[in-house]
């Protein structure tokens, strides 16, 4: 894709007329037609009621179809959810009484707590220089161990998995493979039958640009016909519209867990995020944040600074961490003069989209040089 086409998607976003923003991987800004998807609804709900009822399901079905296509998955095997903890937590319950659980040390609390909480056992995995490479994870998979879980890019680090490899490790040894693809949706090419991937969750306000409230759960056509969820509601049955509240025999899709009435706008300004990214193409987005993470490195290493993510290409994402002793004062200085990072892991990190270009990056190591 040409500069033209990537100087066109960045004049979507009005917030970075203001300000640099360098944090995808904590909270991405709003392109324009997402925030006019979402507050269409508020319009429509303004000047006709309950009337767009009906109208407001078939889009909500359009755009679960969207995000279906997206992750290459079917819309029967797609939820949406309130953020990665619920999906989580679903998942969790659904899974109870499945086995131990393998997870990485580096983990975002949203892919650990709800198993703790729910009673499993839990090994946490320590790293090997800052990498999960699939060796490693095969050798602490012990008999008692039947439920991988893995963020798809690590938070702390910007450590990349390699999912296919890992998916035919866990079909091999008989391991459900559950995917936090928080940091990598709308930034990496994600595709669950390739990666043989049998439950995914994710929020949506980071690299999918979708704005908080909205979050997916993919859960594989082989589990739904016998899988329990923890929760339900009126929509979690086939026929909702009959209300009937003595029939608890709940639709075999992911949907089950929806199980009352949704965030129309949340989930209408996620489907306009997925058609900006499909129309972008992840690929072409993955190539660009490449590119730009490149020109990052390079100039850090111009100016002597440290970096604590691994830098090879198979397992790079978004996510550079530079190290910083004294981070969270670093990331308030600089958001003093506009540009926005996070303290995470070892140090600062940066995580760029496609939005960004070269010159946030001179802007950032500017402001990095001044912090002394």
């Not at 995000?67 to 998942?91: C, D, K, Q, Y």
């Not at 859960?219 to 339900?232: G, N, Q, R, T, V």
């Not at 009435?261 to 489907?271: D, E, K, V």
Request: proline share 3%; aromatic share 10%; net charge positive.
């Amino acid at each position: 894709m040409k500069r033209a086409g990537w100087n066109a998607a960045r004049a979507l976003f009005p917030a970075l007329r203001k300000y640099v923003f360098v944090n995808a991987a904590g909270g991405a800004p709003l392109a324009r037609p997402v925030a006019e998807a979402g507050a269409l609804y508020y319009r429509e709900a303004l000047e006709h009621g309950d009337a767009y009822w009906e109208h407001w399901l078939r889009r909500l079905e359009e755009t679960r179809g969207r995000l279906a296509r997206f992750i290459g998955a079917s819309p029967a095997e797609v939820a949406f959810t309130l953020n990665t903890s619920h999906g989580m937590s679903l998942v969790a319950g659904a899974l109870k009484g499945r086995g131990a659980v393998l997870t990485m040390q580096d983990e975002f609390p949203s892919s650990t707590l709800a198993w703790l909480n729910a009673g499993y056992k839990v090994k946490f995995l320590k790293p090997e220089n800052g990498k999960y490479p699939v060796s490693l994870i095969e050798k602490a998979l012990t008999k008692d161990v039947r439920i991988l879980v893995t963020s798809y890019v690590q938070y702390r680090t910007g450590f990349r998995q390699d999912l296919e490899a890992l998916g035919r490790l866990c079909r091999r040894k008989g391991v459900i493979f559950v995917v936090n693809a928080t940091q990598a949706l709308g930034a990496m090419p994600v595709n669950v039958k390739k990666a043989k991937i049998d439950f995914m969750v994710f929020s949506c306000f980071k690299w999918t640009m979708a704005g908080y409230g909205a979050a997916g759960l993919y859960a594989s056509k082989e589990y739904l016909p016998d899988i329990k969820f923890p929760e339900a509601g009126w929509r979690s049955v086939a026929s909702p519209e009959n209300m009937d509240n003595k029939a608890a025999a709940m639709k075999k899709e992911a949907s089950a867990v929806e199980a009352g009435c949704l965030h129309f706008p949340s989930i209408f300004a996620l489907g306009a995020a997925l058609k900006l990214l499909s129309g972008l193409g992840t690929t072409n987005i993955q190539r660009r944040i490449f590119e730009l993470n490149d020109y990052l490195v390079e100039e850090l290493g111009r100016m002597g600074a440290a970096t604590a993510t691994p830098l090879d290409r198979a397992c790079r994402s978004g996510i550079t961490i530079i190290k910083c002793r004294r981070a969270a004062l670093a990331v308030e200085k600089l958001a003093k003069a506009g540009i926005m990072a996070s303290a995470r892991g070892e140090g600062v990190r940066i995580s760029l989209h496609f939005y960004n270009d070269r010159r946030d990056i001179d802007a950032l190591i500017k402001g990095l040089k001044r912090l002394g």
